[in-house]
């Protein structure tokens, strides 16, 4: 429980002869440890640099919203790419508070600085590939958002992507059941989301929004006194502390902040988190924002998928990646809908599960091969899903022929990829006790043992030529889900 500021003092009182504003120091940054040691963590830092992006390394989960870029000659819009990240780091911070030790930041180009907000560029600071004072910790979680604002024949558009990883870990699921185990990933790397059209009084809007949103108030209501959100450094904080601040309490759309570093609370108030649009909330009109939450809860679930908290965390994912298809169900999005659906899939089935779950899963996993057909990672965890569907039943053998085809066809739309390769090892080697125990003539939909032999010594030999990824890939595209 958090201490009372009196109870504080007189515990922890200070020699007389230090001064007050050493004490109010010494106060303020105790209240910050004891509110990190015994809550989760909710953080945010809007108005970031990009040359030296900024996260909190003890986060389980950063989003990280860069600007939409705009590459015409309003700037306006040029302006509107940069309130509209604003409006998403303090929306996501607000609906991301359930997953637990979670932070949102915003960053934002320097002067004449603008490709240091380059996703990639962002993305190698953050991972350390390239230097940088911050860095996501081996095994922590990032959402990286950023986006496009656009004309077309005289409409403007807003198009967003996203992409979530964990540094130095894989972005595959192991799903497993039995003694066998086959990998399984996502069907993209970076989402791209439908562009959402803006009209021209939806940019006034949006210009009154963030007014609101960039100012900390008083008391939760934008009647309150206000003041502009500090950028560089908060009024009272130390030279070069950040104007990161952490969340104490909430109250319906608005959340209490105090500055890290502050030397006193001059400077705590509230901002308006939820941002709404023509009378909706901002992701009505952005419905991708509930991808990019569940998004957050994946990644704080796959850190933990055996803990008290798993389940916790894995339904409350799911239902935010529902309420992202839900608002897709004319099918703008296959591939962002598909990787919702497989992500729910794999969630459920991760670690085990039962045959309850594996149907469900089954479920999932069908429904995003049918958006995205000819897409290799789909038909390998389809595959895979439909091998556990044999093996519970106990017939493994009976259309073993079919199944075999499925991870072969996901080979064949990936040649150089070894994880189709090691799933149909696996595959050949869990139909082999079967094989054995048959006497008679094998069906024509099923492997004899003889086929099966053949194939893993076939296999044997491809699996010598492709060669398995680097532990960290160095390529021109994000990491993957």
């Not at 909190?56 to 000659?73: F, I, K, M, R």
């Not at 004309?151 to 558009?157: H, Q, R, T, V």
């Not at 909330?281 to 704080?300: C, H, K, Q, T, W």
Request: with cysteine; net charge neutral; charged share 25%.
């Amino acid at each position: 429980m958090l201490l009372k500021p009196w109870l504080v003092l007189r515990t922890c009182a200070l020699p007389g002869e230090i001064d007050m504003r050493l004490k109010s120091s010494f106060l303020s940054m105790l209240l910050a440890m004891l509110f990190v040691a015994s809550h989760p963590a909710f953080a945010g830092a809007p108005h970031m640099d990009c040359s030296k992006p900024f996260i909190y390394p003890e986060s389980d989960v950063n989003t990280v919203v860069l600007p939409y870029s705009y590459a015409g000659g309003n700037q306006r819009l040029n302006e509107t790419g940069r309130r509209i990240s604003l409006l998403i780091q303090a929306d996501t911070l607000l609906h991301i508070m359930p997953y637990g030790r979670i932070a949102s930041v915003q960053l934002e180009p320097s002067p004449g600085a603008e490709a240091e907000c380059e996703p990639q560029v962002v993305l190698d600071k953050l991972l350390g590939r390239n230097p940088n004072y911050r860095e996501i910790k081996p095994g922590k979680g990032l959402v990286l958002i950023w986006g496009l604002l656009y004309e077309e024949g005289g409409d403007i558009f807003l198009k967003t992507f996203a992409t979530a990883l964990r540094r130095d870990a894989p972005d595959s699921a192991e799903l497993k059941f039995g003694k066998w185990t086959f990998v399984t990933s996502p069907s993209a790397r970076v989402v791209a989301f439908p562009p959402r059209k803006i009209s021209h009084s939806m940019l006034n809007e949006i210009e009154a929004k963030y007014s609101s949103a960039d100012r900390v108030y008083s008391d939760p209501s934008e009647d309150a006194q206000s003041r502009a959100l500090p950028r560089a450094n908060c009024p009272t904080c130390s030279p070069g502390e950040t104007q990161g601040y952490y969340v104490d309490r909430k109250q319906g759309d608005w959340l209490h902040v105090r500055w890290f570093g502050a030397n006193n609370d001059s400077d705590a108030g509230w901002i308006r988190a939820q941002a709404d649009l023509a009378g909706h909330s901002l992701d009505s009109f952005m419905p991708e924002l509930n991808f990019i939450r569940a998004s957050v809860g994946y990644l704080a679930f796959r850190m933990a998928p055996t803990s008290p908290e798993a389940p916790r965390l894995r339904d409350l994912a799911t239902a935010g990646f529902k309420q992202y298809l839900k608002s897709d169900e004319q099918g703008q999005a296959e591939v962002a809908s598909a990787v919702a659906l497989e992500l729910c899939g794999i969630m459920r089935v991760l670690g085990g599960g039962s045959p309850e779950n594996w149907n469900e899963a089954i479920g999932y996993f069908e429904t995003a091969h049918r958006l995205v057909p000819e897409n290799p990672e789909a038909r390998n965890v389809l595959a895979v899903g439909h091998i556990y569907q044999d093996w519970i039943a106990g017939t493994q053998l009976e259309r073993s022929k079919e199944r075999a085809q499925e991870l072969i066809d996901a080979t064949l739309l990936k040649p150089n990829d070894p994880v189709p390769v090691k799933n149909l090892a696996s595959y050949y080697q869990l139909l082999l006790p079967k094989a054995r125990e048959v006497t008679n003539e094998p069906s024509p939909k099923a492997l004899s043992l003889g086929d099966i032999q053949k194939r893993l010594e076939k296999i044997a030999v491809l699996r010598g030529k492709v060669k398995a990824p680097d532990k960290t890939p160095e390529e021109p595209s994000p990491s993957p889900y």
